[in-house]
Every structure is written in C-alpha cells, then in structure tokens.
C-alpha cells in the first residue's frame, strides 16, 4: 500500500530515465529520507520549472543509494512514459495522484454492496494513520442508509461519487428522426478528513445518489417537431452527522431528446458545488449547463466537449447536429470525475442513420464503452456499449434509416458516476429513436480508524 507523508519535497539532476537520485530537501521540506525507510512506496510527482515536463507516478525508496525508483509511471508529458530528463534541475515531492485518491480506494472497497448495506472490511491501518490502527471500510451503492460509527473509531475519512445523469432519447417526428445527446459525470469527491471528536453525532446519514434512469426511445409523436423529454439526471451522494453534511457529491446532467432538422445537446458535468445542468430538448437550447467550481457545459450542435482537468470535476456528454456529414461527438473525458456518454447516431446529409459514437472515459487509464453500429440490410441498429469500471461512461446507440428495421439502438448504460449514452435516430416510417441510456449509480465509501 502506498504511503503518503507530509512535507517532502527534494531536488534532483538524474538524467534520462534512471532512478531519481535525491539531491537534498527543498527549504521548508523534508527529505525523503527523514520520513521514509527502504522499500516504502509512495506516490509521486517530479517537474522541471525551467523546461516544463512532468511526470506522475508510484515511486520506491532505497535509503542506502537514496534514491526514488520510479516503479509505476501514472501520467506524464512524454505522453504517459517515463520522461527522459535532459540536464537541468527536478523538484521531486510526495504527492497522492487522482489514480490514488479515487480507483485505487474505489477498487478496495467496492466489492459488491446491497442497496442500503455497507460492505464492510477490516484491515491494516496506514502509516501515515498512526502506525497500523484497524481500519473498517463501509461502502454503499444505493439507496439512504444509517451507519453508526465503531466506539473505538478516532477518525474517518470519506469518498463519496454522484450519479450520472441518463442520455436523451432519439425521436422521429415529421418523418425524420435525430439521435439523443448524452449525459454527463458526476463528481467524485474526497477524501475528506474527519476526526470523530468534531462530530455533532456519530450515526451518520449515507444518501447514495440515483443513477438518471432509461428513458424511453419517442415515437413520432403526431408529427410534433418539438418533443420535450430530456434524459434524467443523475443524484447527488452525501454523508450527514447531525445538522453537518461531511461531503457531497453532484450528479450529472441528462442528455437533450433528439430534435427534427435540428441538434442534440450534452448534460453538463458536475462541479464541486453543483450538479451539470439539464440539456433542453428545443431547436434552440445548448448543452447542460457546467457544474459550478469544476465542471464542463455539456456538448452542442455536434461540438467535442474537452477534458474535465480538474480533479474531481464530471465529464460533459456528447452532441451531435443533424443532416450533416460529420458532426457527432464522444463524450468527454476526466482525469478525476464521472466521464460523459457519447451521442446517439444521427442522420447524415443524405438522411442516413450513422453509428453511435464512444463514451467518455476516466483518464489515464479507463476503458472507452464503443457506440452502437448503424442498420445495415441484414442487421438492426445496435446498442451502444455499457460503460466499464469507475468513470466509464456508455456508447450512444446506432441510427437506422432501414425499413426492416425502425428502431434506434439504445444508449449504453454509464459506469459509476458517468453519464449514460443518447439513443440512435431513427428515418423509418412509423419507427422509433432509441431509449437513452441509464446514468451509472453513485456511491459513498467510509473509512474508520480504530484507536
């Protein structure tokens, strides 16, 4: 287990990709030696002020060589590799990355959980925790519940993610149909640091928040060129003792309904203090709105929403414009929330139907759920893949313009926290644009130091 200790920062000459060799404590630092012993693994980061790389990682100590071996490369500026320093002087420092404040904790904790219930595990405490103190780990996937805290608990540290917000449906209306947009992330916040002592009470409140649920694909509604159901968003998750709320975590927004001759817009990404905001489903609204303090508008008219680099803020969901050759988008990516869905397939100039296009992803290291492929002769529009893992967000569905087949693919369902996919156009007499995809379920994961 990584171990992360206060104040340690030196400076370091190594070139090309070798081991740091540790040159001497930053003032107002301490050196790596005075606060670690041989072997500990420590999460890093290392920068050049005056030629601008940087890498992030797992690093090893040798206190004999003192020296930093660099044992896992988490992110970097050579494009995730080691960088391979030129002369010049690096700043090297002990400081926890998204990976470890978010999926390594995540990938400890949740390893099922009932709705309402907490999983709970015991294990070894952390160094930098008081020297091996029991830990009970309680995570929660679902649902409002109670948890009371153990008598000998001292303190506890919390992690809590918000639900993503459920893509749009595609419609036909008029005779012409249009792919939803997608949802975007929620946020994913912590840990927060808490000593027992502070509390108001020692029962807490645990509120996971509710995915942003399915919503169904729309039929040609008479004709009407103005359908009105945007997908759902997603909920927010807190933990409460007494009248204190310890954290909250906002969800994303939901994706836009298609519209006729017209476009599709993304549900914003959540931000520290608010959830990503709604995309209207009318010819002439845009994408949710950002979260405020770290989230991103959701896409527009067929515009990529960019990365989320905050690190905790969601990703925004993907949009797409109609009757063009090639204006459709993914869903945007993070680097410490949820991850948007990619948008529903639309109908190209010629009023083709096109496949849908890939979620979002938790950078660095997620996994991209692929979008729905279009109708062909012998083949229906496909859904759009679910979203894989933490932050993974779902594929919006394939369009159709096949008689054989009128229906719209669905969008993928997003992973924890992420948005779901919009559903596929459909250009099919009688047919029906696919159902938006489920938003991903929050969750809330509560750590207890036991004196």
Same mark, same amino acid.
């Given at each position: ?5 206060d104040? *340690? ?8 990709t070798?081991?740091?060799v ?8 301490r ?9 500990? *693994? *420590?999460p890093?980061?290392?920068f050049d002020?005056s030629g ?5 990682g797992?690093g090893t ?7 930093l071996?660099?044992t896992?490369?988490?992110a970097?500026s ?7 320093w030129?002369?010049?002087?690096r700043q090297?420092?002990?400081s926890p990355t998204?990976?470890?404040g978010?999926?390594?904790?995540l990938?400890?904790?949740l390893?099922g959980?009932v709705?309402?219930q907490p999983?709970?595990?015991r294990?070894?405490g952390d160094?930098?925790w ?21 008598p000998?608990?001292?303190a ?13 449906p595609g ?5 012409y ?7 975007g ?7 927060v640091?808490?000593?027992v002592?502070?509390l108001?009470s020692?029962t ?7 995915a942003g649920?399915?919503?169904a $694909?729309?039929?040609t509604g008479?004709?009407?060129t103005?359908?009105?159901t945007?997908g ?6 807190s933990?409460v ?11 994303g ?5 298609g519209?006729q001759?017209s476009?599709a817009?993304?549900g914003?990404g ?19 709105a950002?979260g405020?303090?770290g989230?991103?508008?959701?896409g ?5 929403p960019?990365?989320?680099t905050?690190?905790?803020g969601g990703?925004?969901?993907?949009s ?7 204006s459709?988008s993914?869903?945007g990516?993070?680097?410490g929330?949820?991850?948007g ?8 100039a ?10 979002g ?5 997620g ?6 492929a *279009? ?8 859904a759009g893949d ?6 993974s967000?779902?594929?919006g $569905?394939?369009g ?5 087949y ?12 992420a948005?779901g ?11 029906r ?9 929050g969750?809330?994961?509560v ?5």
């Open positions: 287990m990584a171990v992360v200790v104040r *340690v920062q030196e400076t370091s000459t190594t070139l090309g070798a081991a740091y540790l040159a001497g404590a930053v003032a107002g630092y050196a790596f030696a005075a606060a670690l012993s041989t072997g500990a *693994v *420590v890093y980061a290392a002020a601008g790389g940087w890498e992030t797992l100590f040798n206190a004999a060589a003192n020296t071996a660099r896992t490369i988490r970097s050579n494009a995730g590799a080691a960088v391979a030129d002369s010049g002087t090297v420092f002990i998204a990976a470890d978010i999926q390594a904790m990938r400890t904790a390893g959980g709705a309402g999983l709970i595990a294990g070894a160094a930098a008081g020297g091996g103190a029991a830990v009970m780990t309680s995570s929660f996937l679902s649902g409002t519940a109670s948890l009371t805290l153990d000998a608990c001292m506890l540290d919390i992690i809590a993610g918000g639900a993503g917000g459920g893509g749009g419609v036909l209306c008029s005779g149909g249009s792919g939803g947009g997608a949802g992330g929620g946020t994913i916040v912590g840990p640091l808490v000593r002592a502070d108001p020692t807490l409140t645990v509120i996971v928040g509710a649920a399915a919503v $694909g729309l039929t008479g004709g009407s103005s359908p009105s945007s759902v968003p997603g909920g927010a998750s933990v003792s007494g009248s204190r709320t310890l954290i909250s975590a906002f969800g927004g939901g994706g836009s309904s519209w001759g476009r817009g993304g914003g959540a931000g520290l203090s608010s959830a990503g905001g709604t995309a209207p489903s009318d010819s002439n609204g845009g994408g949710g950002a405020a303090d989230g991103v508008a959701g527009f008219n067929g515009a990529t960019g990365t989320n905050t690190p905790f990703g925004a969901g993907g797409h414009a109609y009757q063009s050759a090639n459709g993914v869903g990516n993070t680097y929330g949820g991850a869905g990619g948008a529903g397939g639309y109908l190209n010629t009023l083709a139907g096109v496949a849908g296009y890939a979620g992803k938790l950078l660095p290291n996994a991209s759920a692929a979008g729905g *279009v109708a062909t002769s012998t083949s229906a529009a496909a679910a979203g894989q893992g933490i932050g967000a779902g594929g $569905g394939g159709t313009s096949v008689a054989a009128p229906m719209g693919g669905a969008g993928g369902a997003g992973g924890l926290c948005g996919g919009g559903g596929g156009s459909s250009n099919v007499a009688g047919g644009g696919g159902a938006g995809g489920k938003g991903g379920d969750f809330v994961i750590r207890q130091y036991l004196g």
